[in-house]
């Protein structure tokens, strides 16, 4: 059964860091693209980040450019997202999601989600 | 980046109506497009993807269509689990966008 956890979230202040990470089982973590996706707090769903099934690309939404690393250890099948200078606007729900993978492609986007960790931004 | 629309915002139904939600893209994106179902305090749950390939597990009465900017989402006879909102999310080329969302609300 695929599973993925998050964790990592919490309350930090403006202009602060934090590193979210995501537990991954029941599939082989190493051949597959994995991303970001948070929401705000009554909002809708936004796209942040992506790795590749390789882990050799990266991807970013405009907004987190610059601030957001995406990473992951296939030792331990984690997959992390570092955030720093962060914003209010930063503050939402962070799922991590599957994508595809390259031992049988299927054409998804994001097939399995994880059930979020929330990140408040307050001083 | 794609803009990704969807119609309506919010759609009143009752149990057994048809119900269909339109996504619009600001530019082509072939068949990479998916669409998601998410209820209150849950995670987004894949519906669709590639425009009309239905995830395995998901109940027939779902149904996806289009190509190039234009792709609905049929519910052919709407259940009352179905109640819910949903997206639509372009994969052709990044950033990934999302439309804001349908929500499907009892009439």
Known sequence: EVQLVESGGGLVQPGGSLRLSCAASGFTFSSYAMSWVRQAPGKGLEYVSTLSTNGGTTYYANSVKGRFTISRDTSTNTLFLQMGSLRADDMAVYYCARGDTTIVPKGVALDYWGQGTLVTVSS | ?107
Do not use: H
């Not at chain 2, 009143?12 to 305090?41: E, F, H, M, N």
């Open chain 2, 1 to 107: 980046d794609i803009q990704m629309t969807q119609s309506p915002s919010t759609l009143s139904a009752s149990v057994g109506d048809r119900v269909i939600i339109t996504c619009r893209a600001s530019q082509s994106i072939s068949r990479w497009l998916a669409w998601y179902q998410q209820k209150p305090g849950k995670a987004p749950k894949l519906l669709v993807y590639k425009a009309s390939n239905l995830e395995s597990g998901v109940p027939s009465r779902f149904s996806g269509s289009g190509s190039g900017t234009e792709f609905t989402l049929t519910i052919s006879s709407l259940q009352p689990d179905d109640f819910a909102t949903y997206y639509c999310q372009q994969y052709n080329s990044y950033p990934w966008t999302f439309g804001q969302g349908t929500k499907v609300e009892v009439k």
